[in-house]
């Protein structure tokens, strides 16, 4: 069940010394924060309360760099759906249990992107703080997202041209949370139509604002080749489990939202 694991894949950026750097998070080889006793405990935490609810797909976050780090208004690094699945084990069992559909940067390639399936101790593994956040959508959202995920428009709506701070109002570059986001307003309005799932992201979606100077954007942009800023106009903006949360909750598509901790 184990799987190795890669870059994060997040929206926002970090000022560090006198230049900037993504927000990563973590690398492919990301030096665990917890014992893995501690991980794997909390991974199974995560999984047994989504069970105990009956989750069949939900959105989860969390969380890749100290909080104290953390820019205004971001909460969480990370977003991907998850889904209940049966799991074959390395000896050959299948069992029950969740699977994570992520969208990762490479690690040698930060502005290039694959989408990679893995598990909640492995999601949970470089994380900063023992935290979940989640979103459990209605039933009727749930079934929908289970069609997306099971089709071609899963992986046709993925663009690999990574930005951190991709905007989620068009399809210049992508993230983790736009892409998360775009997987929702898939099954939302039932399209695999890639400009009709923006034109109604514009609409109804609320991004978040990026603090982080006009300036300072522009040298990350220069010497990070996953900072990009050709995609937005007027102030950078990005999607966020955040505003994923507030979204669905303002159209009463949630079942339960909560967070988790160890």
């Keep these: 069940m184990k799987t190795k694991a890669m870059n994060i894949c997040i ?8 230049g900037m750097a993504a927000e990563a998070g973590s690398t492919a080889n990301a030096e665990p924060q917890f014992e893995a006793k501690e991980i794997v405990s909390f991974a199974k935490k995560v999984e047994k309360v989504l069970a105990s609810k ?16 953390l820019p205004k208004g971001i909460q969480y690094t990370h977003t991907a759906l998850g889904v209940y699945s049966m799991i074959k084990t390395a000896d050959g069992r299948e069992i029950p249990g969740y699977a994570i559909y992520n969208l990762y ?70 993230n983790c949370t736009e892409y998360t986001l775009d997987v929702i307003n898939a099954a939302i309005y039932q399209t695999d139509d890639v400009k009709k799932i923006k034109g109604n992201t514009k609409a109804y979606f609320e991004a978040q604002k990026v603090n982080i100077s006009p300036l300072r954007l522009m040298v990350g942009s220069i010497f990070m080749p996953d900072v990009k800023t ?33």
């Design 54 to 69: 009956g989750a069949r797909v939900f959105v989860l976050s969390r969380v890749g760099r100290p909080v104290d780090e």
């Design 105 to 174: 940067q490479r690690e040698k390639e930060p502005n290039i992107s694959d989408l990679v399936m893995d598990y909640p101790v492995d999601f949970f593994g470089g994380v900063y703080e023992l935290k979940a956040g989640i979103v459990i959508p209605t039933p009727e959202l749930q079934a929908r997202l289970l069609k997306v995920i099971a089709s071609n428009t899963y992986r046709n709506l993925h663009n690999p041209v990574y930005s951190v701070i991709a905007n989620p109002y068009n399809s210049k570059f992508q």
């Design 11 to 18: 929206g926002i950026m970090m000022l560090l010394g006198m």
């Design 230 to 262: 050709s995609d937005q106009k007027g102030g950078a903006k990005t999607a966020t489990f955040t505003t994923i949360a507030k979204y669905l909750d303002k159209y009463d598509l949630i079942q339960e939202q909560m967070v988790i901790v160890q």
